[in-house]
């Protein structure tokens, strides 16, 4: 079992910045690849970035690319998810989630290769 808590969430103006962390405790962190999804009012869940377990590899949606940056601390069982020049869509619930290691990383956008998945922090960006 993992148990992941997201934090950093919060109210911010457009073209602002927050920094989620996501603490994962149980069963060794570098056994799992990360992942933040989000998800709006009446939208389905998104993918947003992934990390591998290690960090050496990332990715992100493209809706993401170019302002947010994940990242881990394994020494600390923490994932990130540095958001910058955030703009009132980015409005959602973000979740962090973690997929075994060996998990294609082809599939790591979709929600069904994560085990586990935390409670979710509210991100509101005002216009």
């Known amino acids: 079992q993992v148990q992941l808590v997201e934090s950093g969430g919060g109210l911010v103006q457009a073209g602002g910045s927050l920094r989620l962390s996501c603490a994962a405790s149980g069963r060794t962190f570098s056994s799992y690849a990360m992942g933040w999804f989000r998800q709006a009012p009446g939208k389905e869940r998104e993918f947003v970035a992934g990390?591998?377990?290690?960090?050496?590899?990332?990715y992100s949606a493209d809706s993401a690319k170019g302002r947010f940056t994940i990242s881990r601390d394994n020494a600390k069982n923490t994932v990130y998810l540095q958001m910058n020049s955030l703009k009132p869509e980015d409005t959602a619930v973000y979740y962090c989630?973690?997929?075994?290691?060996?998990?294609?990383?082809?599939?790591?956008?979709?929600?069904?290769?994560?085990?586990?998945w935390g409670q979710g922090t509210q991100v509101t960006v005002s216009s």
């Open positions: 990390i591998s377990w290690n960090g050496g590899n990332t």
């Open positions: 989630a973690a997929a075994p290691r060996t998990t294609a990383w082809d599939l790591l956008t979709f929600s069904s290769p994560y085990d586990y």
